[in-house]
């Protein structure tokens, strides 16, 4: 078989094949349309000295980046070789009316069923920068992930120094055991999830792990140059700081959107969150290796993974060297709240007439999410290792959302609702208390299938307030479909009447994923100008499996423009 006729902008399984690892990253060629294969298979990796076998993309772990430029039409080719039903979801991407590319399963597609192929058919609007991709069903994101990198158009540039070198960093968390048993045991027996073994950098956990010095990412410099570390938490449950001895890093871009650039020692980023920065290697090679970690920050209550992910940055030419020290960066107390907050608010939109920040200056829909921790009756005659007995749940506004076993924008879009969803998601906590004070005695959820409906073009305001049931703790809440303004965050409860005059309403940050400050609250806002059915979740994903999870539905505007079209014919069914 030969390639030579092959265009660059189809790329084909095989070629992944070629190189191992994610490395430096290459411009892509000129094509507006990206033609990808994606097999889901089986492969044996080895990790800690466990072999085991773990479910990937065209047989790479981590995943092959899908490289495009804003503007490029994307279509996936996805072949389901494995048992286990499948969807895969491009994290970040908008998704202007092309919800049925979407990938949340259960929300806006039936699983890629075994045998199955399904072609996600997208085009970047006007985002560039770092996204990724991952599977959006059960645990399957444990490994299968990869990121998606979007250079700017031709001819348009960074607003900042072109880097000399790009190169992708995603976290990840490995289980020696199998991540679908892992949670399937946590649902039956009502316990927590038993936590990873390992944190990774691009798949490879690195020397602070029993048997795992050999799997060490490397990332090798020159003196004198500027990189683009392109950061991605792929991670399943967990927020995590990342530092590099003796380097601080310019932050440039978050989620696909520039921002204001500030620097800083330590990054923090939440699952579902990425992050651009610029690393200016020091002037001459410096007679030292410097070691990059990243390590959780957790305040809830209950067992977490608590170990540190390692990888290594080694200046180019130190073989000349006699005396080579190596240099390990201070990482935050693992409770470091104060940090986290800092950082956060450090984030600002560029607010420029080429970059501007469309924030809502008024609303017209404003609601008040309680997000936490809860239980659920221990059914008949069986113990469960929940909270008291009961078996964890989470919600939102008490509500702990039920998948249905069809797919909601097809029920919606064909007009059979009924059975499926109802159209009641209260706006507003039912039982109000003090959130972040005693909890209530009562701390059971309700489950089921409800919904926001909102008008096109709706301008949103959304307080997310954490709650103290089961223990205060942050929570990365992820919007499909949109990216959202934070216009304002704060500890204690939300408070309606003098809260609002502190937001930022000029230059807030664009995301998509925010963290939900531990024992705070985070106000969001943003047009609802994307007609679908979008998932917004928790992006732990014990919290999501525990129902931490609601949909909205944004209902067709009156130009043809504004509607969502009918889904293509291979969209798979129920
Ligand atoms: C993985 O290893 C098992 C046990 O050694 C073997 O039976 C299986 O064929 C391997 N799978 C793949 C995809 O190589
Ligand atoms: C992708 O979607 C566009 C409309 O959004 C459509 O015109 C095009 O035919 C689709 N391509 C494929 C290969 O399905
Ligand atoms: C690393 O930082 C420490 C503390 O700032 C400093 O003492 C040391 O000289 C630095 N080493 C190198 C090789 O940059
Ligand atoms: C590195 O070590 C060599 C000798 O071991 C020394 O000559 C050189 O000055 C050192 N360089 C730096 C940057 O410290
Ligand atoms: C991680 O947790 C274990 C068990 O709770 C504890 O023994 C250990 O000291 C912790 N390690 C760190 C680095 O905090
Ligand atoms: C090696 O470098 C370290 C730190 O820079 C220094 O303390 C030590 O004296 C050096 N050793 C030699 C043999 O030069
Ligand atoms: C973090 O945990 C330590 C040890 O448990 C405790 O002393 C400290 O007060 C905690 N810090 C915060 C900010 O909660
Ligand atoms: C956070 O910033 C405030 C104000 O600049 C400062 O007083 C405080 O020490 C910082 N907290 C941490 C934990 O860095
Ligand atoms: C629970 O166990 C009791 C006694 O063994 C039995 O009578 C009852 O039917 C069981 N209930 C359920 C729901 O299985
Ligand atoms: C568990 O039960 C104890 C004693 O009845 C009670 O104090 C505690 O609040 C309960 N905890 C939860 C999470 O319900
Ligand atoms: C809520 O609880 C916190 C912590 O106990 C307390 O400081 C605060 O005053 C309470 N707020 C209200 C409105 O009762
Ligand atoms: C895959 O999804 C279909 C449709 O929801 C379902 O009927 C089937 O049981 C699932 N298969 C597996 C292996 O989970």
């Known amino acids: 078989m030969s390639f030579h006729h092959l265009s660059p902008c189809h790329y084909l399984p095989i070629l992944f094949f070629a190189f191992c690892c994610v490395s430096l990253l290459s411009e892509p060629a000129l094509c507006a349309t990206r033609h990808y294969t994606f097999n889901i298979v089986s492969q044996n990796v080895t990790r800690l000295c466990h072999t085991k076998s ?19 039409q994307v ?98 968390e490995w289980w020696n ?75 440039v871009e978050t989620d696909a959107v520039y ?4 620097e800083t020692d330590v990054v923090v980023i939440t699952p579902g969150q990425t992050i651009n920065v610029l690393l200016k290697t020091k002037p001459t090679s410096p007679n030292a290796t410097f070691i990059m970690a990243a390590a959780p920050y957790f305040t809830g209550i209950g067992t977490f993974d608590n170990s540190t992910v390692a990888g290594i940055l080694e200046y180019k030419h130190l073989s000349s060297h006699k005396n080579i020290t190596v240099i390990n960066p201070t990482l935050p107390a693992i409770n470091a709240t104060g940090v986290v907050a800092n950082f956060t608010k450090k984030f600002r939109s560029l607010a420029t007439a080429k970059f ?16 936490g921790l809860g239980s659920s009756p221990c059914p ?7 909270p008291n007995g009961t078996k964890f749940a989470a919600s939102i506004n008490n509500v702990s959302f039920a998948l249905p076993s069809t797919a909601l924008m097809q029920s919606y879009f064909f007009g059979k609702s009924n059975g ?25 959820v309700s489950n089921a299938t409800r919904t926001v409906v909102l008008q096109f073009n709706t301008s949103v305001e959304l307080v997310l307030q954490d709650t103290s049931i089961l223990g205060a703790e942050s929570h990365p809440l992820h919007l499909h479909g949109f990216n959202f303004f934070v216009v304002g965050e704060g500890f204690g409860n939300y408070d309606p009447i003098n809260d609002p005059a502190n937001f930022n309403l000029l230059d807030p940050v664009e995301r998509n994923t925010v963290g939900v400050p531990s024992g705070g609250w985070v106000a969001i806002r943003f047009f609802a100008d994307n ?18 999870r609601m949909a909205w539905i944004v209902l067709d505007g009156f130009l043809p423009n504004e509607k969502l079209p009918p889904p293509p014919s291979d969209l798979p069914s129920c």
């Open 54 to 72: 773990i479910f990937s993309v065209n047989g790479q772990f981590p995943g092959p980046p899908l490289v495009a430029r804003e503007g490029d």
């Open 380 to 386: 008949a005659n069986t113990t469960c290792q929940g």
């Open 531 to 548: 007609p679908g059915v979008w998932f917004m979740h928790c992006h732990f994903d014990v919290h999501t499996s525990w129902g931490l």
């Open 259 to 262: 921002i204001k650039a500030f």
């Open 75 to 172: 279509l996936v080719k996805v072949v389901n070789h494995v048992a286990n039903n499948i969807t895969i979801h491009w994290h970040g991407i908008k998704q202007l009316r092309t919800g049925w590319a979407d990938g949340p399963a259960y929300v806006t597609q039936c699983p890629i069923q075994n045998g199955q192929t399904y072609t996600y058919n997208f085009t970047i609007t006007g985002q560039r920068g770092t996204l990724f991709w991952h599977a959006h069903i059960s645990w399957l994101r444990a490994t299968i992930y990869g990121p998606i990198i979007i250079f700017p158009r031709r001819n348009d540039s960074y607003p900042f120094e072109k880097p000399y070198k790009e190169v992708p960093i995603i976290f990840g």
């Open 177 to 251: 055991a199998d991540p679908e048993a892992v949670i399937s045991q946590a649902l039956q027996t009502g316990g927590g999830p038993n936590v990873s073994d390992a944190y990774t950098i691009n798949g490879l956990p690195g020397p602070l792990y029993n048997c795992s010095s050999k799997d060490t990412f490397k990332l090798k410099v020159k003196p004198g140059k500027t990189y683009m570390l392109r950061l991605i938490n792929a991670a399943m449950n967990d927020e995590l700081f990342f530092s590099i001895a003796n380097h601080t890093v310019t932050i």
């Open 420 to 444: 499926v969803f109802t159209t009641d998601f209260p706006s507003q906590p039912t039982h109000p208390f003090n959130y972040t004070g005693t909890p209530p005695n009562n701390t059971l």
């Open 356 to 371: 501007p920040a469309n924030v809502p200056k008024t609303v017209q829909k404003r609601f008040f999410f309680t997000v």
